[in-house]
C-alpha cells in the first residue's frame, strides 16, 4: 500500500513541475519565473537559510542545518521503520493463518499457499546508525528471509505429504527432502537448487522451467515427469528412474546420469553435452536435435543408431565403438564438431 501511494506522490509531483514549466516557459521572462518557482517551492531556500540564517538588525542567528538534518533524517528512519514493520507484520500474520491450516484436514491447501509468501516482498530493514540501510529500506524490496527459511523448513518437515500439492514458483534451494513425496507435484518454476533429493519420489511430477542445478536426485522416482525447459546442469541423476519422462529443453549439462533408466523418455532437443550416460538404459528414448558433445554414452543399452544419428551433435562424445562406427555411416557430420 504504501509503495503504491509512494508511487503516485512521485508522478503527481513531477507532472505538476512539467506542467507548472511549460507554463513558465511559453511567457516573457519564463526562465526567470521558473527559477523563482524552483528557489521558492524545491527547499533550496528553506535549506540555505538553515546553513545561513538572514541577518536580523543586530546579529546573524546561529545556524541549525545541523538540527534539521538530524531532525529530517529520524523522520525518514521512523517512516522507512514503519514500513518495514507493517510488511513484517503482514507476512507472519498469513504464515501464521497457514500454520494453522496445517493441523486441518486442508493441510495441502495450506502448504501451497506457502511459494506466494515466499515472494512477498519486503523492505530491507533500516538500522538507526546505518543511514544507507534507510535509503534502502525506503527504495528497495527483496525477499523476507527470515521467514522464506521457515517456510522452507515446514516443506522439509512435510516432505512426506508433498503429493498433488501446488509448489509452483517454491524457493528451496538446498532443501533437505531426501526420501519426499512429491508424487504429481506442481513444481513450476520452483528453485531447487543444491536440493537433496535422493531416494524422492517424483513421479508423474510437473516441473516445468523448474531449477535443479547441482541438485541430487540419485535414486529418484522420476517415472513419466514432465520437465520440459528444466534446469538440471550437474544435477546427480546416477540410478535415477526416468522412464515416460518428458525432458524436452532441459538442460542436462554436465549431468550424472549414470546406470538412469531412460526407457521411453523424450529427450528432443535436449542439452546434454558433457553428460555421463555410462551404462543408462536408452530403449526407444528420443534424441531428435538433442546436443551429446563430448557426452559420456558407452555402456549405454539399448541405444539405436537410428535414433543416436537424429541428435545435433555428436562431437568428441564417447560411444562404444560398434554403435559409433554405425552412426557415421548414417550421420558423419555428427562427429565434426561444426553443427553448433
Request: charged share 20%; aromatic share 10%.
Amino acid at each position: 500500500m504504501f509503495q503504491v501511494m509512494d508511487l503516485i506522490a512521485v508522478l503527481l509531483g513531477w507532472t505538476i513541475i512539467g506542467m507548472v514549466s511549460l507554463f513558465a516557459i511559453n511567457f516573457n521572462g519564463g526562465k526567470k519565473i521558473l527559477r523563482w518557482i524552483v528557489w521558492e517551492f524545491s527547499g533550496l531556500r528553506f535549506i540555505r537559510e538553515k546553513i545561513f540564517p538572514p541577518r536580523t538588525m543586530h546579529t546573524r542567528p546561529p545556524a541549525t542545518f545541523i538540527f534539521w538534518l538530524i531532525g529530517a533524517y529520524l523522520a525518514l528512519f521512523g517512516w522507512a521503520s514503519l514500513k518495514y514493520e507493517l510488511r513484517v507484520a503482514k507476512i507472519e500474520n498469513r504464515a501464521n493463518i497457514v500454520f494453522l491450516q496445517l493441523s486441518s484436514p486442508a493441510y495441502k491447501k495450506a502448504l501451497g499457499r506457502i511459494p506466494g509468501l515466499q515472494h512477498i516482498s519486503c523492505p530491507p530493514a533500516p538500522l538507526l546508525l546505518k543511514p544507507a540501510t534507510v535509503y534502502y529500506s525506503l527504495t528497495r524490496t527483496a525477499k523476507y528471509l527470515q521467514m522464506v527459511n521457515i517456510l522452507i523448513e515446514t516443506i522439509e518437515d512435510w516432505k512426506k505429504s508433498l503429493d498433488t500439492v501446488e509448489l509452483q514458483g517454491a524457493y528451496l534451494p538446498s532443501a533437505r527432502l531426501w526420501e519426499a513425496n512429491l508424487q504429481e507435484a506442481n513444481l513450476k518454476d520452483a528453485d531447487l537448487r543444491h536440493a537433496q533429493l535422493w531416494d524422492a519420489n517424483l513421479q508423474d511430477a510437473v516441473a516445468w522451467d523448474a531449477n535443479f542445478e547441482n541438485a541430487n536426485l540419485k535414486d529418484a522416482d522420476l517415472r513419466g515427469a514432465d520437465l520440459r525447459g528444466a534446469n538440471l546442469r550437474n544435477a546427480n541423476l546416477r540410478n535415477a528412474n526416468l522412464q515416460d519422462a518428458d525432458l524436452r529443453n532441459a538442460c542436462l549439462i554436465m549431468a550424472d546420469l549414470r546406470d538412469a533408466n531412460l526407457k521411453n523418455a523424450d529427450l528432443r532437443e535436449a542439452g546434454l553435452s558433457q553428460a555421463n550416460l555410462a551404462g543408462a538404459i536408452l530403449k526407444n528414448s528420443r534424441l531428435w536435435n538433442a546436443d551429446l558433445r563430448q557426452a559420456n554414452l558407452q555402456g549405454a543399452t539399448y541405444l539405436q543408431p537410428e535414433s543416436l544419428a537424429k541428435a545435433q551433435d555428436l562431437y568428441q562424445a564417447q560411444l562404444d565403438l560398434k554403435i559409433k562406427t554405425q552412426v557415421q555411416k548414417i550421420s558423419p557430420h555428427l562427429f565434426q564438431g561444426s553443427n553448433r
